[in-house]
Structures are given as structure tokens and as C-alpha cells.
């Protein structure tokens, strides 16, 4: 099989670059390791930036996040018994819509199926060769066959744990962590959420979020133990713990009900450079992972995309590698000021037990600052809402 791009996973980064790629004219292949369900049985976030809608439009998988997405003004943050309401849209214009990840993957997928292309689902083994040359190629197994796919381009879209990044020298690459001493428990119900906008939360106990699917479809998380199981939370005991950390008027107009989805993620910050090695590119979770907190690891997927399509789109129509020679830096830029975004909601939010006493009023008096200067609420509007591409 020859194709022009060679994509690695099907996720919302791999289906976004096909389907952009394919409205420029760029023929690609996607090969995935999991069967559809399972890449949509992967409960995530679901929050997109206005690029990032714009993007699925771009890609002819935008109509259903228009109809159904729930358009955000503004969010709240709770802190010592009292919430505030940050009004994004004021200070810049922007709204975010809550729009479920599982949702744009979905919607993506049928935008790729529907366009006829080529998605090699259940492919074992996939290994991109040569993309140190001018002649990369990707080999995978599929019912127990060895199959090759000769390209122009790789691209690695294949998560955290994904091969394109495991097959890059040590010596090409540099990599970047923190790992933070707590996990998010979360849970889905079929409740009405507890406000019409996102609630964070920094309390004593530790942090807690509300957050929906829709206005019939609530999801929640607190902050745990990162040794904690999720077999050790039934509803009642997290729904008893999520009141202890809500303000009054939240438990008030909190609803519980059973979970129909429930599970612990641990939180880390991480960024590879560069995102480009000679023919293959990184983009999404394979170059980089951010702490939920700030609401970017799709929209960082999206922009990453937005990058590496532009370019690839540039070096086929104009003949030009101005683009593809940019990538890495032009991605990494945007890439690195959602990482310190993310780090800094993350630090100023949850309970840091090391920090002790001091570190807890630092927090305060960062929250603070952030509800009574226009200032402090428009920077962290304007990287909430998302920086421009
Ligand atoms: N071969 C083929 N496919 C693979 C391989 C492999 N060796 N390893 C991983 N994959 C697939 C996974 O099964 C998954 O479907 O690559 C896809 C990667 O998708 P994501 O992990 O969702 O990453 P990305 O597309 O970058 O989207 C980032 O997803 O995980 C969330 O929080 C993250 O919201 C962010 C978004
Ligand atoms: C979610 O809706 O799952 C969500 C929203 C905002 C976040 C994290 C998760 O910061």
C-alpha cells in the first residue's frame, strides 16, 4: 500500500489530521491498534476551545458539537465556602462549549467513513521505518499477515503510550515531567448538573470539580489518593465526600444518583522535543500531556493538528518545506504555555500536603487576587478560552 501520510491512531488527534488532510487533498491511511468501540469506550474530558470547533467544521465533523454542544460564558471558582463567577467572555470575547470527547470522536470517525478512507483497525505490531529518510514506511499485522505502507510522512498520533515517540533515538530526543502526588476520581451520572456552568473547587479536603455532558448528564471529580482504587469508592461514599467539599449552595442543588461510570486518573505534565524527526512528526498525547485542570489535552491534540496539516499542506500544494521545517517550534510554543497553564490551575487548586500551612494560604491568596483584579481574571480567561493558534 503506498499513501502520501501514514497516520498511527485513530484518536481525536489521528481522525482530525485524516479528515483535514483529506479536505486539502492529502491522501492518508490511519492505522489503529483497538477496535472502534474500545477507542470509544475511553470516558475523557469534554471541553473544546473555539479553535477547536472550528477545526471539526474544518474537518465536516463540527454539525452535531453546534447543535448539541452547551455554550460557556464563564466558569466558577470556589474557595472557602464562597464561589465566584470568572466571565470569560467579557474579558475576552471567547466561549468554550462542553461537548464530550467520546462525541468528537465519534462524529469524526463518521465524517471519515462517510469520505470512503482508509482506517486499519485491530493492526498489531505497527511500526514506523525510515523516517530518517526520504522513503519512511509503516509495517503492522493484521490477521497474521505483515502488511507495509510506504509514505511521504508519518504521523504519530498515538497517545502517551503509543510507539512512534519509543522508536526515536534517545539521543534525538529530550523529555520533560512531573508527576503529581494525587489522582482525579471520577463519575458519570444521569443527573442534572449541579449549575449551568463548571464549578472548581480548592478546599481543605482536597480539590473537586462539576462539570456535564449535557443538562440531563453530570460528571464530577475529586481529588484522591493516587494509591486509591476505585473499588474502594462506592457512590455513596463520593457523593458524601463531593458534598463535604461543595459550597452550600452547590449541595443544594447537587443530585445524585448511580454512576454509570467511574474510574481514577493520575495527573502528570509531560512534553518530548522536538515534535519532528526527519519524516515523522508527533502531535497530541504521543509529544505531550497536561493535568485536566485547565482543559487542554484535546485542544492541544487540535492545535497540533492545525500546525502539522497547515504545513503538510504547504509542502504538497507550494512545494515548499517552510512549514514542515516550523512545526516542531511553532507547536511546542503554543504547547508549553497550555503546560504551564495547566500546572498552574493544577498548584493553585488541589491540596498539596508538602506545602504544608503555607503553601494552603499562597493558594488562597492566588485565588483571591484572581476574583477581585480584572487583570489576574483575563489571564486566566485567555488561556482558558485558549490562546490563539
Ligand atoms: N499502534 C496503533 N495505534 C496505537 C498504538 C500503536 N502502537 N498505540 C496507541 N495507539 C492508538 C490508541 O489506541 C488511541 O486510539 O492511538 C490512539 C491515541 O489516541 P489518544 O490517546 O486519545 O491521543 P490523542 O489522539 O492525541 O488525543 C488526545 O485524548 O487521551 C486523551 O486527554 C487526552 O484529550 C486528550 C486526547
Ligand atoms: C470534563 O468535562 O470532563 C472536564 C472539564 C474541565 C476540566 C476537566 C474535565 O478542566
Redesign the pocket.
Known sequence: MRTKVAI?????????LGQLLHAYGIDNVI????TPD??LG?I??GLLEEGTVALLDAAGAGARARHEGLVHHGVELAFGGARHRIDMHAATGKTVMIYG?TEV?RDLMKARADAGLATVYQ?A???PHDFGSVAPRVS?VKDDITHEIACDFIAG????????RSRVPASAIQTFERVYPFGWLGILSETPPVSHELIYTNHERGFALCTMRSMHRSRHYLQCPLDDHVDQWPDDKFWDELKRRLDRKAVDHLVTGPSIEKSIAPLRSFVAEPMRFGRMFL????AH??P?TGAK?????AS?VHYLSQALREFYTEKSAAGIDAYSAMALARVWKAVRFSWWMTSMLHKFPDTGEFGARIQLAELDYLVSSKAAATSLSENYVGLPF
Open positions: 498511527i491512531g485513530a484518536g481525536p488527534a489521528g481522525l482530525l492505522v489503529e491498534r483497538q474500545y477507542v475511553r475523557r474530558a470527547q470522536t493492526a505490531d505497527v511500526t503492522y498520533c498515538d497517545g502517551f503510550h503509543g510507539v512512534s502531535a497530541g498525547d504521543a500531556i497536561v485536566p489535552g484535546l485542544n492541544l491534540a497540533d
